[in-house]
């Protein structure tokens, strides 16, 4: 019953940004830089946790200043990249309208703050979101229910009356676990039984399918 929808969760790349191309692609640039060869497939079938965590699970344990290097150089392959990021197809619309119905946004996201206001900034949704809660917001990022959980007590949402929208596993488990009883996954990063299997109570092939 949407009248009783009072928020909507969503995850940014992947979900609201068409950014997994800039990230993979920033990634090996930036193992490269350690002497790491990885493939885009190996990267894709992380995508969705947070840059350290890529990092370990594609190279393995880390060295002591290892990880800050490779920040660094991620984000130096990734600034010229950004601009070519566009929102996901019928994400602007789709926001528009749960705007104009007055639901309640949230953003909750494996990025970082800086780079998820960057984002923000570069597709004019710096007032979009009542709640934006990224990696660095809090202890334990997705799959934890913790960002979930943040995010709704900012908007003053209970998670009964709240939906969750990602395309990763994070996402699923993170929004199933906060205990909101509306999961919907996007497929295209994983398959429609993947997200079900981790907590979609729905899928959608496209953000245009979220309003019928």
Known sequence: NTRMIAAVLF??????ADSEP?????LIDAL?????????????????????????LLIGPLAVGQMDRIRANYRRHAVPRRP??????GATALLGALAERG????????KVETSTAVQLAEFGWQTRFGAV????SVARTKPAPDPAIEALRRLGVPPEHSVFI??????????????????IGLTGTRPAKQLRAAGATHTVDSLDQVMT
């Open 11 to 16: 995850d940014c790349d992947g979900t609201l």
């Open 22 to 26: 800039m990230i993979t692609a920033s």
């Open 32 to 56: 490269r830089d350690e002497g790491f060869t990885v493939t885009p497939d190996q990267v894709r079938a992380i995508f969705g946790r947070t840059l350290p965590e890529m990092a370990a």
């Open 84 to 89: 070519s990021v566009r929102p996901m197809p």
């Open 103 to 110: 639901i309640a946004l949230g953003m909750v996201t494996n």
């Open 133 to 136: 809660i990224a990696a660095d």
């Open 166 to 183: 990602g395309d990763t596993e994070s996402d699923t488990q993170c929004g199933r676990d906060a205990g909101i009883p509306l999961v």
